[in-house]
């Protein structure tokens, strides 16, 4: 049993930057892939960014290229989601999320075995 705890989020201004924080207990998280989703109102969950177990194979939506990093800390059992250049279409609810399986990079949310609770990202004009 793994539990995740999302944090970081919050209200920032168009162009501005937010890093959100995934902090797992109860096992450690080192040999799971992990995975950023996102879901604005009115509008289906989307794939963000995910990340294989040792943190050097990455996987990005279109929508994150260039602009999001994802990244992990396995020491502290924590998987990072850093955000530059944010405009309002990013705001939304974003959860993480593990893949306790397979082990291979999925963006299908169906995919993955844990998932957070959340944390809201406003983004302001």
């Known amino acids: 049993q793994v539990q995740l705890v999302e944090s970081g989020g919050g209200l920032v201004q168009a162009g501005g930057s937010l890093r959100l924080s995934c902090a797992a207990s109860?096992?450690?998280?080192?040999?799971?892939?992990m995975g950023w989703f996102r879901q604005a109102p009115g509008k289906e969950r989307e794939f963000v960014a995910a990340?294989?177990?040792?943190?050097?194979?990455?996987f990005y939506a279109d929508s994150a290229k260039g602009r999001f990093t994802i990244s992990r800390d396995n020491d502290k059992n924590t998987v990072y989601l850093q955000m530059n250049s944010l405009n309002p279409e990013d705001t939304a609810v974003y959860s993480c999320?593990?893949?306790?399986?397979?082990?291979?990079?999925?963006?299908?949310?169906?995919?993955?075995?844990?998932w957070g609770q959340g944390t809201q990202v406003t983004v302001s004009s």
């Open positions: 999320a593990a893949e306790a399986n397979f082990g291979f990079l999925t963006m299908s949310f169906a995919d993955y075995d844990y």
């Open positions: 109860g096992r450690t998280i080192s040999r799971y892939v």
């Open positions: 990340i294989m177990s040792g943190g050097g194979r990455t």
